[in-house]
């Protein structure tokens, strides 16, 4: 079997105006599904972040994919590895998103060949990950401040129709009243188990508030996770960690680095999670040294695929690690593929993170997958269990093409309201 064509189709998708460390979402979020056909008619797909310089990478990287076997993927890794120098943990950058490009390239094809290999056996890609371990995926509600009004054709107007979490989803919340009705109405539409608050938006005591806020609404059995981004220095995360402890299942990426992360853990007596100081193998045994965090989230988008999420997986066993997932903006695709992984991961500790709840349309067969109480079903099905919807997908690209937007920047989008914002890699 070889592939014979690859087909890259950058989207866009309507997002709200979600306040985060590095600014306020810009009213679409990009996506590029990328296709891989091979000779015997077989279809591989994946998804990933969207920019028109990982689009560029995938480009360049059809004249290495076409001709090869996607059931030989180390033969592949290797042959992309020899045309596509993996960047080093610095090309990460500060943001709270993942800048590196070429691993995303690795994690698509990886994703595509996964998705042919199990429509060729009959199987779905978590049986090819090692086996199922559990049919139904936990995910955790993921609370956002916002300011009024939707995204996408609705810009950052509201429909006055909505009821429900549509509602809610375009209400303001920008206290702590706010982010406990925010979540209400997410649990409630959803049935998640546990709750997160995207931070590093106010300062630190008035999201200690929402905090605590939703430690009382909620009740002391709903697990509670808080995100500053790694805008805090150390002495304001030991300062807000040690109140926090009591109220939070963990503490994300309060600070910066491992060095500072270490420096955390010694004085605050709650678990720490990573998204942002240790993002890759070659600074895994930084990690070790340090005693940098508690939790790995992975993201397979920047990990190099689902299997280099399990061989992620299997470190955190060796090392008494935790492990979850981190989301961004995703439609079904990349929904699909982080339940497969975390239907085959044995060691999976904490419910999974998603922002799927924060969008709207979607691009596979079937519409929206449904989220009930708090998980994805695995989907059925050989592969990753989903096909695209052509003229979905098509609506979504040209929704790209109208938007005009090219890389994610959230900067120009908060100085529409606050003129002269920038962003800072240390707030308070």
Known sequence: MRITEMHITPIALGDPPLLNAAGLHAPYALRTVVELVTDNGLTGLAEVPGSVAVDALLEQSRAVVLGSDPLNWHALKVKLGQHFKPEDSLARGQAPWDQRKVVQLFSAMDVACLDIAGKAFGVPVATLLGGIVRERVPYSAYLF??????????????????????????????????????AQ????????????????????????????????????????????????????????????EGVLEYFEDPTRGQEGMAAVRKEVKLPLATNMCTTSFAELPGSVRHGSEDIILTDHHYWGG??????????????????????????????????????????????????????????IVGGRMPIEDGCVALPKGPGLGVELDRPALERAHQNYLRCGLTERDDEPEMQKKVPGWKFQATRW
């Not at 810009?155 to 979490?165: H, I, L, R, V, Y």
């Not at 509602?167 to 303001?172: F, K």
């Not at 609404?217 to 304001?236: C, K, M, Q, Y």
């Open 306 to 363: 689902l299997r280099a999420s399990m061989e992620l997986a299997a470190f955190c066993r060796t090392f008494d690690k935790g492990v979850s997932m981190h989301s961004n903006n995703h439609a079904g695709i990349s929904l699909a593929a982080m339940t497969h992984l975390g239907a085959a991961m044995p060691n999976l500790t904490y419910a999974l993170d998603t922002h799927y709840p924060w969008q709207w349309e979607e691009i």
């Open 145 to 182: 401040y916002k300011y009024e009004g939707a995204g996408g054709e609705l810009a950052f107007g509201t429909d006055p129709n909505a009821t429900g979490w549509a509602a809610a989803r375009q209400a303001a919340a920008l206290d702590p009243e706010g982010i406990v009705a925010q």
């Open 185 to 244: 109405a997410m649990v409630r539409e959803f049935g998640f188990q546990s709750i997160k608050l995207k931070g590093g938006v106010f300062e630190p005591a008035q999201e200690v508030a929402a905090l605590k806020a939703l430690r009382s609404a909620f009740g002391p059995d709903v697990p509670i996770r808080h995100d500053p981004n790694a805008l805090w220095s150390v002495e304001t995360s030991i300062k807000w960690g040690r109140e926090l």
